[in-house]
């Protein structure tokens, strides 16, 4: 289940962290690839609905049985530049916390950039989620 601390950081700046570290092993944050999302939920009702509006919304969702809580798994092609990665964990974090859920995070493939001598880190990335 989710870690009560991840409840004190804010959704985007786990983000923020993440794409930093991906930046850091050269992963081309243009490629799309499927980007895998997950949930918990206490009861099946508020999972399945989440499911659903997910499913609405253009992501594959499907809820698991665990032994005291319900699993909510959805996936969606997205390249994870600064306005994607925003954009996604709003929508999906806002449609789980709406049924009752606590959102997990994200994962995806890591997709190797293109290796450029003396190249620097997008300019973007210190405006990641800044809201500048």
């Known amino acids: 289940m989710?870690?009560?601390?991840?409840k004190l950081i804010d959704p985007t700046e786990l983000s923020a962290?993440?794409?930093?570290?991906?930046?850091e092993i050269g992963d081309d944050?243009?490629?799309?690839?499927?980007?895998?999302?997950?949930?918990?939920?206490?009861?099946?009702?508020?999972?399945?609905?989440?499911?659903?509006?997910?499913?609405?919304?253009?992501?594959?969702?499907?809820?698991?049985?665990?032994?005291?809580?319900?699993?909510?798994?959805?996936?969606?092609?997205s390249p994870l530049d600064s306005n994607s990665?925003?954009?996604?964990?709003?929508?999906?974090s806002f449609i789980v916390e709406r049924h009752g859920g606590d959102y997990d995070g994200w994962g995806a493939e890591v997709m190797e950039a293109p290796r450029m001598?003396?190249?620097r880190r997008p300019s973007?990335?210190?405006?990641?989620f800044s809201g500048r």
């Open 2 to 6: 989710t870690d009560p601390l991840d």
């Open 17 to 23: 962290k993440q794409i930093e570290q991906r930046l």
């Open 29 to 77: 944050l243009e490629s799309s690839r499927l980007v895998d999302h997950s949930a918990v939920f206490p009861h099946l009702e508020g999972a399945s609905q989440a499911a659903e509006e997910l499913a609405a919304a253009g992501y594959s969702a499907e809820v698991l049985e665990e032994e005291d809580y319900f699993l909510l798994e959805a996936q969606q092609m």
């Open 85 to 92: 990665v925003k954009q996604f964990v709003q929508e999906v």
């Open 117 to 119: 001598a003396g190249a």
């Open 124 to 128: 973007w990335l210190k405006r990641l």
